[in-house]
């Protein structure tokens, strides 16, 4: 066997004619020199990264994240939200009238649905017009059932329409196949049919669409009821065609109209809808010369002008706006300037209609109700002088009746005021009275932020309130409802008022509260306030002696029980100040929620956040939030977290205890996976967790109250989405009223921090762009803090909302290789350009080798 050389093209092994042609071996050194070009370029190639990201997605440096957006529709533009069900047919059908027809038994329908889908179609098209016609349905479907029961006749005429409507070919011009579809609905619409008002009762309220969702699902809409909304461009009269369609006879349709729209939606996509009947004032339109042209603008269809059935009436500005109520049959096909164009159409009847200030359609309305004409007549001949004067009437009128009304109102003021003759000496005493009371209320008290509770009450209540150590004896509803009144002030004006006066407080004034729990108890409020103030439990803490006096404070109770050790701190109303000689007195505090940080944290992290001054307290009742959006409830924990946070990615605070903190947290963060957070989110509220995401969207959010900027320690902080990985779990999410929304692969997480890394930065400048986004694969250690929701276009097309694990992330790390070539593809190009540079080499000097043995054969063999 020969081998062809693949350098020269010639045989490895020569004939005895050839051993003495020239060799030309310049020739050869040209396809030497181009093959050598030709692996020159390969290896240059080879060894570019490029080549390789096609195989090897993880090489790039900035891959992206696929994620699926939906478009949300137009604002003019109500798209239904039904779905169909699993026969393909849509939900509405199922829908029944209450005229008795909702005992329609399944074995009954089960029976129509049976018929209808076996009947051919032209027994289909003859049983719906029978009936059209005011006629009992044929023999086959036994009309004693449907005796009496006119309703149980009108849910199988609907069914039979939509098959009739599914045997339409979508995307196409007219076809034979069109017709069942479009008679039928065209019989079923006609407003002055006996068995209008029947059907209306069976159907769904039709909703309002647009064209790009009919022209993007055409599927999910057919056969619904829909209401098309827009201006009448072009009016086409379809006549006589019952005479190449027998179909038509049996509905008694002689004549339609195909309408034009331009859609209310800002889209300049045209689309049809074709009625039986046109209203009077809009029949006005055609009543100029019928044009049979080829429209150039976009908004026009053209016209066949081989159809001598169809009349083409363009109408001008201003065009009046059409409601109408139909089925969607198909897409049409239609030739138009910019050349083939896909249309919805709809078949229905004109709800309703408006002139838009169209002259011809405003004349025909005047001239079909002359009082109307004549009303409309009378406005249009007010002259534009009296409507200025007889607003400048009415407004002087106005003022004059405002002036009067304050002038009586002002002689009233004066006369209940001169009642009280006011003199020197009673001014006086008024004055020295006010400045006793000033000076008898020290700067801190909170008489005046507490409603009926002046000091008098305060004593009262001291007298129903006797703690001590062996029978603390409580009235506990009157003090839940000073506690109540106490947790709706502000914690700002609270710690206003104890830093404006250095005084001993009395009672009345606002005490501090940082001391160590020595004993508590808890009381029971009554069932009745329970409901009023909302407070269930009050704790009793007994605290230092404070001057050798005991001290106990009432405050609110909370979700974790307070122990020995623990430490709460707060702003309290002292309503018992020890007398002088009164060796029994007590110090008593009422305050309304007190921070509690325990002695013994359950986790590492707990300890980190109580180092900080979070309230504890107030972190175990996040999880009554759970899947709820983020509200003014979560701002006591949420934005100290976000400070705290912060001061964990700066690892080293010279605090040396937290320092030591922050590094045990760390060392037992817990791996979590988008699946365990929504499986048991309370298991991980206000634990350091470490995950990895993908970021899609990075938004800057401002904070505006002074106190939050405190707690964050900036004036704004930055919300990333991104996107977890679910493994092999498929996740399952319940929705109010509607299918259960399945979702695998992936799901959203939401990452709050104060800072961005300097690799999710996209501008430097204080006034960047608010929202970013960046396609990055992170590493996220942070605080979990609860689920939240939000709203999404996914979700709310499927009648929910979205929920999403929230993280409060201290430390974010990239996940991108720090290396230019992560796979090795420049070191697997240099392998491969070598591998063939040896390769060639290999031949090369086989072919030598080969070629000499070859010479000193023939040396041997011929002498």
Same mark, same amino acid.
């Given at each position: ?5 693949? =350098? ?85 059908? #199922? ?45 086959? =479907? ?102 190449? $369609? ?45 044009? %049979? ?49 896909? &249309? ?33 007549? &009378? ?30 109102? %002002? ?58 150590? $062996?029978?603390?004896?409580? %009235?506990? $509803? ?189 060392? #037992? ?90 690799? =999710? ?103």
């Amino acid at each position: 066997m020969r081998i062809p050389s693949e =350098l020269h093209g010639e045989s490895l092994y020569r004939g005895t004619r050839s051993r003495h042609r020239p060799t030309q071996s310049w020739r050869r050194v040209i396809r030497l020199s181009i093959v050598l070009a030709l692996v020159v370029v390969v290896m240059r190639q080879a060894a570019r990264p490029g080549i390789y990201q096609a195989f090897f997605p993880e090489a790039s440096q900035s891959g992206a994240v696929n994620v699926a957006r939906t478009i949300p529709p137009s604002a003019n533009t109500s798209v239904p939200t039904q779905s169909a069900d699993a026969t393909g047919r849509p939900t509405d059908l #199922n829908t029944v009238a209450s005229d008795g027809s909702n005992d329609l038994t399944s074995q009954i329908r089960q029976r129509f649905e049976q018929w209808v889908d076996s009947a051919p179609e032209d027994e289909l098209l003859l049983a719906l017009a029978t009936w059209l016609r005011g006629e009992l349905l044929p023999a086959k =479907l036994d009309d004693s059932l449907l005796v009496g029961r006119p309703a149980d006749a009108a849910i199988l005429a609907v069914m039979i329409q939509d098959k009739l409507i599914r045997l339409a070919k979508d995307g196409t011009v007219w076809r034979a196949a069109d017709g069942a579809g479009l008679y039928s609905t065209l019989g079923m619409h006609q407003t002055n049919g006996v068995r209008f008002q029947a059907l209306q009762h069976q159907r769904a309220v039709p909703v309002v669409a647009g064209v790009l969702p009919l022209l993007q699902q055409p599927e999910v809409y057919r056969g619904r009821s829909l209401v098309a909304q827009g201006e009448v461009v072009r009016i086409e009269k379809i006549s006589s065609p019952a005479d190449s $369609d027998d179909r038509c006879k049996e509905f008694g349709i002689t004549s339609y109209w195909n309408l034009w729209l331009m859609p209310e939606d800002a889209s300049r996509r045209p689309w049809m809808v074709v009625v039986s009947d046109l209203p009077t004032p809009l029949q006005s339109l055609t009543h100029s010369h019928a044009v %049979n042209q080829t429209p150039t603008s976009e908004t026009e269809a053209s016209a066949s002008q081989s159809d001598p059935n169809k009349v083409v009436f363009p109408v001008s500005s201003p065009r009046p706006v059409v409601e109408v109520a139909g089925e969607y049959l198909k897409r049409l096909s239609y030739q138009s300037a910019s050349g083939a164009e896909l &249309t919805p159409v709809i078949v229905g009847h004109i709800r309703s209609y408006r002139t838009n200030g169209n002259p011809t359609v405003s004349a025909a309305i005047r001239a079909a109700e002359p009082s109307n004409g004549e009303a409309i007549q &009378t406005d249009d001949e007010v002259p534009l002088v009296w409507i200025v004067v007889g607003s400048a009437v009415i407004g002087v009128l106005f003022s004059v009746w405002v002036f009067w009304r304050t002038s009586v109102l %002002n002689r009233q003021l004066r006369q209940r005021r001169d009642r009280r003759k006011v003199t020197l000496g009673m001014t006086i005493a008024t004055v020295f009275a006010a400045m006793s009371a000033a000076s008898s209320a020290s700067g801190q008290s909170l008489s005046d932020l507490l409603p009926g509770y002046d000091r008098s009450r305060m004593e009262g209540i001291v007298e129903d309130v006797r703690p001590s150590l $062996d029978n603390p004896g409580v %009235n506990v $509803d009157e003090i839940a409802k000073l506690v109540f009144r106490m947790d709706r002030l502000s914690e700002t004006v609270l710690k206003q008022r104890l830093e404006q006066s250095a005084d001993e407080p009395v009672v009345g004034d606002a005490v501090a509260v940082d001391d160590t729990v020595l004993e508590s108890q808890t009381f029971t409020v009554g069932s009745t306030l329970q409901e009023y103030l909302g407070i269930d439990r009050v704790e009793m803490l007994r605290l230092s002696p404070v001057d050798g006096l005991p001290r106990f404070v009432f405050a609110r109770g909370s979700s974790q029980r307070m122990s020995p050790g623990d430490r709460v701190s707060g702003v309290a109303v002292r309503i018992r100040f020890p007398g002088d000689g009164n060796e029994s007195s007590l110090l008593l505090d009422v305050a309304g929620r007190l921070g509690w940080q325990p002695a013994q944290p359950a986790s590492p992290s707990e300890n980190v956040l109580a180092m900080q001054g979070i309230d504890l307290g107030r972190l175990a009742e996040v999880d009554l939030l759970d899947r709820k959006p983020l509200s003014e409830s979560d701002s006591p924990v949420f934005y100290p977290m976000i400070g705290a946070s912060a001061k964990v990615a700066e690892h080293l605070t010279g605090a040396e205890d937290f320092d030591k903190s922050v590094l045990a947290m760390r060392e #037992n963060a817990t791996d979590a996976l988008p699946v365990k957070l929504l499986q048991n989110p309370t298991a991980f509220t206000g634990q350091w967790i470490r995950l990895r995401v993908e970021t899609v969207r990075i938004t800057r959010v401002a904070v505006q109250s002074e106190q939050r900027r405190r707690e964050i320690g900036g004036d704004a902080y930055y919300e990333i989405d991104a996107i977890g990985d679910l493994g092999k779990v498929q996740l399952q999410i319940e929705v109010p009223d509607g299918e259960p929304v399945v979702m695998e692969n992936r799901y959203p997480v939401t990452i709050v921090t104060r800072e961005l890394p300097d690799f =999710l930065q996209q501008s430097d400048r204080a006034d960047g762009p608010l929202v970013t986004t960046v396609n990055r694969a992170i590493h996220v250690e942070g605080f979990f803090y609860r689920l939240w929701s939000y709203e999404s276009d996914f979700m709310k097309q499927r009648g929910g909302k979205q929920f999403a694990p929230l993280i409060i992330a201290g430390v974010i790390e990239d996940l991108r290789p720090t290396s230019d070539d992560p796979m090795g593809v420049q070191a697997i190009g240099q392998i491969a350009a070598f591998a063939v540079v040896g390769a060639i080499l290999a031949a090369i000097a086989f072919h030598w080798v080969t070629k000499r043995g070859d010479k000193e054969s023939r040396k041997r063999r011929y002498g």
